[in-house]
């Protein structure tokens, strides 16, 4: 299996509203090797996600513009945009939204109130290590 070098290095799209988390995540993220771009809503991210190569989309669900669940619908409109999987991560963590965002595609869901940042970096690490 092929280790992390500067040619396999991994994107990931983080779409986050909230600045201190979503800059703390990014930072993070990039300390263990990843390229990380950072969207503040979901418009943003939609123009990111269709416009860059990516690994991986980190994706809240309350955003201005365009919510996590409409990004989520528009990427399984489009053929294109459902070859990346995106893994929610959100405040929201009643059943019903963990239902929503599995049937919309989502490959995996975090409460943010229930995993620590190191938490969420080494579930990402994994899931990308473990997609090669």
Do not use: C, W
């Amino acid at each position: 299996m092929e280790t992390q070098t500067s040619t396999s290095i991994k994107n990931i799209l983080l779409i986050e509203d909230e600045p201190l988390l979503g800059t703390l995540l990014k930072q993070r993220l990039e300390r263990e090797g990843f390229k990380v771009l950072l969207a503040r809503d979901g418009s943003e991210g939609l123009e990111l996600l269709k416009n860059s190569q990516l690994d991986l989309v980190l994706l809240d669900i309350i955003l201005p513009k365009i919510s996590g669940f409409e990004l989520l619908e528009k990427v399984q409109a489009d053929p294109l945009l459902q070859k990346v999987p995106i893994v929610i991560i959100s405040n929201l963590g009643q059943e019903t939204d963990l239902e929503k965002g599995q049937t919309l595609g989502a490959v995996g869901y975090f409460v943010k109130a229930r995993i620590s940042m190191e938490e969420l970096v080494e579930r990402v690490k994994e899931f990308l290590l473990s997609s090669q």
